[in-house]
């Protein structure tokens, strides 16, 4: 198995990019082919000690400019490091693409130069989130604003495909996130998807409000790309500044550092439990072959789990298992 | 000063919401105007040494259905204790009205027997959230699940009266809850709001990200009231079950109990400082006269604060200033 991955994507590219590759090659034994300019490549690899074995790379002159307009991967910056990593993909160079890099051009770009799978109106991105009682996937969390209610059903059968096939949920929960646990609740968006998840082979448990996200209660929980932004970022900031009032607290001085001291071994234990980033990057759903985003902000580690969770996807058909739901769906209509 | 109470609002009621009224009655100097059934009342007050002095009953025989759709509250249950109060206050027997009870109903309520202020298209909920830094108004939390680009305009009006008449805020920042930070971010809703905003009076700060809300950055954030609600809930939700992990950190054992000792000043000052019942309830903001919606799961002295919150409603003369604001806003036009 061969996982192409964007040497140029994201905020610490492309050292921790190298680096997390390299473990990744280790730990999983995969090839590994970066895209990127290859000169940098070579000198940075060589300068911070990090092996470039089982790897190849495809050079590509230009990396995507995160202030550029999504589409222009598909203009000027077809020699971007994103899109050359998507083209190899398209072309059964690799069995999944990886990138850190921005988030609309990696939409654009998989969406157009891979394809989207047959009868999937959209990709949509769909981060696994940890709750108090394990874990949801939270799909559509950016890529698309605006939806029509079909493709909140979409969502919920490329997402329960993914949780079924990837983390072993047998028979996933699929819940649509509402302001109320009604079924007339929301706007006619909700009301809609609401009507035709209840119709769809799905294992649809109904609407779940944002109050009980973090909790747990779904495997699934499908949302419009504005919706999910929110609960993405909110979920990401919130916790974040909570954390850090709690570290004030426990550094506040030699008695309160002595008694963090004793909590360390359940604050790591916390810590570990709520971080995203064990659950590597947000898959890039409804697209022909797989793409996984990982954050822009990955160090080595997230990185080299984003392509852990690539090569799990390309093993396990997730792709497969979307088109099966898709043929029951149309069977249904 | 007159404050009317709804006595059968909300999950507590009528105990907790009878002591709340005792201690606000003592503590601002006000006279209550409690609604509900009558002899329930004075049992209950009887039975727990609740002392009903500076306070007038008014008989209402009904208790709104929580299940009940809102619009019930004009037909079915117009002599519900919500009801009541709300017709008390629109007949200029008291300054300003309070229920912890069914949120739809009151909305609705409130909208049609106190009526809008003249210009008003929407009444919208508005708590205050504390954040790291200082707290922020939430506008629209859930009144309007639906809403045009104009209503959230008049809602950062809404909120900049709020927090300059009632929080003493020199000149409220007003932001635009999006998806990104860039004018063009969102739905067509966001971005015609965003140009609106622009061209309003109000001191609008641009697009704020949900990562950014709980940081502060702002002290008035807009939305509609679908985005609100989730907003409001994870947020709810999210502190909710953080708090909850780290108490399971701290009561592990012997050892963290007794680190917990020495941590418990700044954990209570942590927890005050991100109690939302310290800004008692949520404001229901564009009503011609001043109402307050306070939590459902009130207790005494939440209730307390809430009646607190309508005191300096009634006395800061929001609505004028509310009112100032829509003339500007006519003259610009």
Redo the contacts between chains.
């Keep these: 198995m061969k996982i192409i991955a964007d040497a140029f994507g994201g905020d610490n590219a492309p050292l921790e990019i190298l680096k997390g590759c390299a473990m990744a090659a280790e730990e999983y034994g995969v090839g590994i082919i970066l895209t990127g300019d290859e000169e940098t490549i070579r000198r940075v690899a060589a300068e911070n000690g990090v092996s470039l074995e089982k790897m190849e790379i495809v050079h590509a002159s230009q990396v995507m400019d995160m202030n550029a307009p999504p589409t222009a991967i598909l203009k000027g910056y077809r020699d971007s490091s994103l899109a050359v990593g998507l083209r190899l993909l398209s072309e059964g160079r690799g069995d999944a693409f990886v990138s850190a890099g921005s988030t609309g051009a990696f939409v654009v770009g998989a969406s157009h130069i891979v394809k989207r799978i047959k009868g999937i109106k959209r990709a949509a991105l769909a981060p696994v989130i940890p ?2 009682e394990g874990r949801y996937m939270l799909i559509d969390c ?1 890529a698309n ?2 939806c029509r209610p079909e493709m909140l059903v979409q969502f919920g059968a490329m997402g329960a495909a993914y949780m079924n096939k990837i983390l072993d949920v047998e028979n996933p929960r699929v819940a649509l ?1 509402n ?1 109320g646990a009604e079924e007339h609740k ?3 968006l909700q009301q809609e998807a609401y009507r035709l998840l209840t119709e769809s082979p799905l294992h649809f448990v109904g609407n779940i ?7 747990g209660g779904c495997d699934v929980a499908v949302c419009d ?3 999910g ?18 570290k ?3 550094m ?1 001085n030699t ?2 550092k ?3 001291l ?2 360390k071994g ?2 790591a234990e ?1 810590k570990k ?2 971080d995203y980033k064990e659950y590597g990057g947000a898959a890039l759903l409804g697209i022909s072959k797989p793409t996984i985003k990982a954050h822009g902000s990955s160090d080595a580690k997230a990185f080299k789990n984003a392509v852990g969770q690539a090569v799990r996807f390309a093993r396990q058909n997730v792709i497969g298992s979307i088109e099966g739901y898709l043929a029951e769906m149309k069977a249904k209509e």
Excluded: C, D, W
């Design positions: 709750t108090v950016g604003a605006e996130i302001n929301g706007t006619p409000e944002a109050r009980q996200l973090p909790q790309g504005f919706t932004n929110i609960v993405l970022k909110l979920t990401e900031g919130l916790s974040k500044a909570l954390i850090g009032q709690i004030g607290i426990l506040k008695a309160t002595l008694a963090a004793t909590l359940g604050l916390f439990k709520m």
